[in-house]
């Protein structure tokens, strides 16, 4: 029975099916990025991602159909992800809303927006019709434009992570890094720490949004529902890519940007991961159980690490 279902198992169909599992690694690493802003730097649990990353889909859908090029449809997704962030954050600031019902808050509010935005549940585009950033014809196609396709994304996530490395440099970067590390002694400095939490949040949605309007050109339609556990994926890739490469890099410069790469590469191994899960023909019904189990044990494993460690230490001396 067992030497039954291992033969049952093709090996080219894993390898046929790799390459679009890593473009769509690539494509959710921009939301990745995000999350980590949040919950790294900010240590808020934002789930407006569920709700701001069908926004972005929704805009950049509907403003292509409209006749907008493809490249300027994904800038106004950024900035329509940062309009989410923006009323996350004044729920949490001007109002005093607890951060993670703020954030549940404008999630359900923004289903009906993207309904509006995109007049009914779904909408598509074609990549025959528009000129699309990514496709995943493009994937299939041959191998020249396969790997422009890969360089354009790799290059993309790495401007990405560039811009960001240089912007956290800046004053104002430092200050939501120090609001996000000790938001008393961020006031003590004279920092406006409500100010920076609302940037963060904007900053943070603005590449949800961006990685919802390549997510939407990719698979050539915006749905109301696309967002969906989003989150989860985003806290997988960065609990991955930090647990599995934090310990690899021992120099004290440019850590900042290794950890963001680190957490980029998260999400395209979660998404192999999922290849290889759905490859042993698992159902795919369990496909969200699986994912919140993978996180549970990614997340638990830096706390039991330091918990049996500080015993292993107290039985070494005694």
């Known amino acids: 029975m067992v030497l039954?279902?291992?033969?049952?198992?093709?090996?080219?169909?894993?390898?046929?099916?790799?390459?679009?599992?890593?473009?769509?690694?690539?494509?959710?690493?921009?939301?990745?990025?995000?999350?980590?802003?949040?919950?790294?730097?900010?240590?808020?649990?934002?789930?407006?991602?569920?709700?701001?990353?069908?926004?972005?889909?929704?805009?950049?859908?509907?403003?292509?159909?409209?006749?907008?090029?493809?490249?300027?449809?994904?800038?106004?997704?950024?900035?329509?992800?940062?309009?989410c962030g923006l009323v996350t954050g004044l729920l949490h600031t001007a109002l005093g809303i607890p951060g993670i019902l703020a954030g549940i808050l404008t999630q359900i509010s923004l289903y009906s927006i993207n309904l509006g935005i995109m007049g009914k549940s779904n909408q598509a585009v074609n990549v025959d019709q528009y000129p699309l950033v990514a496709s995943l014809r493009y994937v299939t196609g041959d191998t020249a434009t396969k790997i422009g396709f890969f360089a354009f994304l790799i290059i993309g996530c790495l401007v990405i992570i560039a811009l960001l490395y240089l912007f956290f440099g800046t004053e104002l970067g430092g200050a939501i890094r120090a609001t996000g590390c000790n938001p008393n002694m961020a006031r003590a400095q004279g920092i406006n720490t409500n100010l920076m939490k609302v940037l963060a949040l904007m900053l943070s949605n603005g590449l949800v949004g961006l990685c919802g309007g390549i997510y939407a050109q990719y698979q050539g339609a915006a749905d109301v529902n696309m967002g969906r556990g989003a989150i989860v994926i985003g806290l997988a890739a960065v609990i991955i890519g930090e647990v599995l490469f934090a310990k690899l890099y021992t120099g004290r410069k440019f850590t900042f940007a290794y950890t963001m790469m680190a957490v980029a590469i998260g999400a395209i191994l979660y998404y192999v991961v999922i290849t290889i899960v759905l490859w042993f023909k698992m159902p795919s019904d369990y496909m969200k159980l699986f994912s919140a189990v993978v996180v549970a044990i990614f997340l638990s494993v830096p706390y039991l690490k330091g918990k049996y460690g500080k015993k292993r230490k107290g039985v070494a001396k005694s």
Request: charged content about 10%.
């Open 4 to 83: 039954e279902y291992f033969a049952s198992l093709d090996p080219m169909a894993l390898l046929r099916s790799l390459p679009g599992n890593i473009a769509q690694g690539l494509i959710w690493a921009v939301m990745a990025l995000g999350v980590f802003i949040t919950f790294r730097l900010l240590d808020f649990a934002d789930l407006t991602v569920d709700g701001s990353l069908a926004t972005g889909g929704a805009v950049a859908v509907v403003l292509i159909r409209a006749g907008v090029h493809p490249a300027i449809a994904l800038v106004v997704a950024f900035i329509a992800g940062m309009l």
